[in-house]
């Protein structure tokens, strides 16, 4: 009785209950669709505190891998509920015993669906994968670009009010009437360095918040869809 339809709809027919999908597969759902938003928001804050021309090219990028992993998982769902769920029927119709021999035609038709089920699968799997890690690297490498480029103005911003500074208290120091017009470049200077110490500060912190995103991304991954992309095509092992 070879199958003419999916997996999942031979189970209903049978009115059998399938198992769930593994553990981690949920827990990338909520990180879809919860966690790693909820990341991206505090990202693009951060950037935005910083220079709004930040925030936007985070949030378009980040949108942008956010909505292709989630389209991605979702494409690959159903071809895990069919995978689990020809595994299951397997396992169900058991080894194909001698007093039974036209079950040996269904068993081997089984096992080629479970087979054709794991190759798509892992095919699937892998595509998305690749897809998915390319919009990742492309999401930091476009993000570290702006940043490093504008963490090194800052920086040399630095070095040159610093340097000016340095060089102002020097020449007070040659003339007691000039104190009080040092005293006030000096802080205005002082306020310069401070705005820019902190600018340095909130760019670091974004560079560090985007690595963490890419961290999440990565293991949520490692225990899901990287899996699928290294599992064998062959059919489960059937219990005698």
């Known amino acids: 009785m070879p199958m003419q339809e999916s997996a999942v709809g031979t189970a209903a027919q049978w ?5 769930n999908n593994p553990a981690e597969w949920k827990i990338l759902e909520n990180f879809l669709g919860a966690s790693l938003p909820h990341l991206l928001e505090g990202i693009i804050h951060d950037a935005t505190n910083v220079g ?11 949108e942008e891998l956010v909505g292709s992993m989630y389209r991605e998982v979702d494409k690959l769902l159903p071809l895990l509920t069919e995978q689990t769920a020809i595994s299951f029927l397997r396992e169900i119709f058991g080894l194909p015993q001698p007093e039974a021999p036209l079950a040996g035609e269904v068993f081997m038709e089984l ?40 963490l090194n ?8 009010h610093e340097q000016a500074r340095a060089r ?3 020449t007070s120091q040659a003339s007691d009437n000039l104190s009080p017009l040092v005293a006030q470049v000096d802080l205005n200077f002082t306020s310069e360095i401070k705005a820019l110490t902190k600018k340095r500060s909130g ?24 899996p699928t992309v290294r599992q064998t ?6 219990a005698a």
């Open 52 to 62: 709004n021309e930040f925030g936007q090219v985070i949030s378009m990028a980040g």
């Open 203 to 226: 760019l670091y912190q974004v560079i560090n918040h985007v690595e963490a995103f890419a961290r999440e991304v990565d293991q949520n991954l490692e225990l899901t869809v990287l």
């Open 153 to 160: 103005e800052v920086e040399e911003s630095l070095t040159i």
């Open 111 to 150: 096992a080629r669906d479970e087979v054709a089920a794991r190759s798509e699968m892992k095919t699937e799997a892998n595509e998305s994968f690749q897809l998915i890690q390319e919009l990742r690297d492309r999401f930091i490498l476009a993000i570290k670009l702006r940043l490093m480029t504008q």
């Open 233 to 238: 095509t062959a059919p489960t092992r059937i």
């Open 168 to 170: 102002t208290l020097e």
């Open 15 to 19: 009115g059998l209950e399938l198992p």
